[in-house]
């Protein structure tokens, strides 16, 4: 606890009426909000409704706050107001005094803004600021990392598996791009999102009216947050009252970080399966051994890393679940359950660029092939005979699998005694040019 209190009574009161989870307003949004009062104050300065030295000094304080000087006076509840006029007012108080004895939260912190639109505003902020230079880095960085693998695995040829059983061969390089292509598009479906979360209902006060404030603020903060903070695709809303009324947009970016969640839960699943055994299991790809898989069993190592991956992207769905429950709940004017869908979206972007980042450097990029286990899945899979299907039918080539499956007799054998001739049959049953289907050559 700091040796001053620098909030104030509407502070005071929602930690008395908020006692919910223990959990605080995400530190984020806190200084989103304090880089808007920061811009706020200027802008009102340069249109004349604020004197100099409250907005400098208004300015100053929340320069402090934004840098997270004073992260300790912003103890209200996540699960607050729905509308965050709580947290609104929090930093107001705060800010107002570090400012001087006579600026006013309302009057000069809060100029020209409601709760309404600068609360919602900084939540968009944060999640904007969040998906472009911590998630997509990392993702762009996975990708890579899953490529560089398909790359250095392009030529190993192993089973194919449908419905968990053996299909056709293909190789561990394909099995690899098909993860880093799923990557990719996940990057396309985030990046699509962005525009509309870039648009925030600043200027539209309470209602989206703009009553109260000066018809060019919403403009000029957006210009100055965007050119102070680096931060592209700030935009005016298409409509101001369904920037108002709504956080579709929010709820839009949550939907293509549970598409991205069901994406890693593929590829950690399939990676984690592939690395089973070692001699009981797949074993077709051998993990890095990060720590003891056991306290009873000696030298048994587990795939963390990629269950650490399916935990986060079960989390991100649940997260997602709850985010549709909010934004579907606001009500004419304004959507109230913006805290919740805040706490979700910044938790989501943070968990998935923390499990992007880790699961490229402690998993894929250390990925060794077993070769051996990939030749030999490769070699066994009965379902290499679909190759022959042009040659012999579709028919007689299942009396020769359901044959070397009954009897346990090599595919070949069975074959050559059901009168395929030895020529068409090495010929056609050629591992590697089965897994390059219409590829080959």
């Known amino acids: ?9 509407e502070t005071a009161k929602a930690i008395e009426n908020f006692p ?41 304080a929340a320069q402090a706050v934004a840098a997270g000087k004073h992260d300790d006076q912003f103890p209200i509840d996540v699960f607050q107001t729905g509308s965050g006029t709580s947290t609104n007012m929090n930093v107001n108080e705060v800010i107002a005094t570090l400012a001087g004895s006579d600026v006013h939260p309302n009057d000069h912190v809060n100029m020209g803004q409601s709760s309404n639109d600068t609360f919602p505003s900084a939540v968009h902020l944060a999640a904007l600021e969040s998906a472009q230079r911590q998630l997509l880095p990392a993702l762009r960085a996975l990708e890579r990392s899953l490529a560089r693998k398909a790359r250095a695995f392009a030529a190993i040829v192993k089973a194919g598996r449908t419905h968990l059983m053996d ?3 293909v190789t561990l390089g394909q099995e690899l791009s098909g993860y880093a292509a799923q990557i990719a598009l996940a990057q396309e479906r985030i990046r699509a999102t962005l525009p509309h979360v870039g648009e925030l209902p600043l200027g539209g006060t309470a209602t989206g009216t703009g009553l109260n404030t000066h018809p060019r603020f919403a403009a000029l903060v957006r210009a100055r947050l965007a050119r102070e903070h680096s931060l592209r695709g700030l935009a ?90 909010g934004g579907m709940q606001g009500q004419f004017e304004l959507n ?32 060794k092939a077993n070769r051996a286990a990939c030749a030999a899945s490769a070699g066994s899979t009965l ?26 007799r090599p595919l070949r054998e069975v074959a050559l005694a059901e009168g395929v001739d030895a020529a068409l049959y090495d010929r056609t049953i050629d591992l590697a040019r089965i897994a390059l289907g219409n590829q080959a050559k």
Request: proline share 4%; with cysteine.
């Open 1 to 9: 606890m700091a040796a001053k209190t620098l909030y104030g009574a």
């Open 20 to 60: 919910i989870s223990g959990e605080r307003m995400p530190l984020a949004v806190i200084h989103w909000l304090a880089r808007i009062k920061g811009a706020a104050a200027a802008v009102n300065c340069e249109l004349g409704l604020l004197d100099k030295r409250r907005a400098r000094a208004i300015e100053a």
């Open 167 to 169: 299909a056709v061969p």
């Open 236 to 325: 005016a809303p298409r409509d101001r009252f369904e920037a108002q009324a709504n956080r579709d947009a929010l709820v839009e970016l949550s939907g293509a970080l549970k598409v991205l969640a069901v994406s890693l839960t593929k590829i950690a699943n399939d990676i984690a399966l592939m690395g089973s055994g070692p001699r009981a299991g797949i074993g077709e790809l051998i993990l890095p051994e990060l720590q003891k898989g056991s306290s009873i069993m000696p030298g048994k190592v587990n795939p963390v890393i990629p269950e650490v991956v399916l935990q986060v992207s079960a989390q991100v769905i649940g997260n997602d679940a709850a985010i549709t429950i």
């Open 336 to 367: 109230v359950r913006i805290p919740l869908i805040a706490r979700n979206l910044l938790g989501s972007l943070h968990l998935l660029a923390s499990a992007a980042e880790v699961f490229a450097h402690k998993c894929i990029d250390g990925l």
């Open 383 to 408: 379902a290499v005979a679909t190759a022959l299907n042009a040659a012999i039918g579709y028919d007689k080539a299942t009396v020769i699998v359901k044959k070397a499956t009954e009897s346990g």
